[in-house]
């Protein structure tokens, strides 16, 4: 399935008043290169494995395959993850007929938030709330696995 998203930086905590759902996120990576990346995540009371493709040349569009798996076997699989975890909460946003997830992350990209939205082409158009910032689609140091070894404490 090909995937479309963009991403943002976030201004202010203003989100939080709109969010409808808050989960706790713990994610860890089997592979990192970019052609396929393979991540193992436990959000809120599920596991999934997940396997991304690399992006297109603006990086808003890629493969993504996922599957719901045990949460017991996403613990075990991520004690076998390359060395890094990536702690945050998501928070989600209604936004017509879109929705915003905000990830606030923890440990060492502790103070880094970013939005993202998931939409139908790169040029279908959205409301951009007040506390949207600047883009960063196709940054790749704003990429979960690259923060995991390039944690944003350490920019």
């Known amino acids: 399935m090909l995937e479309t998203e963009k991403k943002f930086l976030v201004r202010s905590d203003e989100f939080k008043k709109e969010a409808v759902k808050a989960t706790r996120i713990t994610q860890g990576y089997l592979s990192s290169i970019p052609e396929r990346t393979v991540r193992v995540r436990i959000k809120g009371d599920k596991g999934y494995l997940t396997i991304k493709g690399i992006g297109n040349e603006s990086g808003a569009s890629r493969f993504e395959w996922e599957k719901a798996i045990p949460v017991a076997e996403a613990e075990t699989l991520l004690q076998i993850c390359e060395p890094g975890v990536i702690e ?68």
């Open 88 to 155: 945050k909460i998501r928070y989600e946003i209604p936004a017509g007929k879109y929705t915003f997830e905000v990830d606030v992350f923890f440990g060492d990209n502790t103070g880094l938030t970013v939005a993202e939205i998931e939409l139908e082409d790169e040029n279908a158009a959205f409301d951009k709330p007040a506390w949207i910032g600047k883009e960063v689609t196709g940054d790749a140091r704003y990429y979960n696995a690259t923060l995991f070894k390039h944690p944003f404490k350490k920019w």
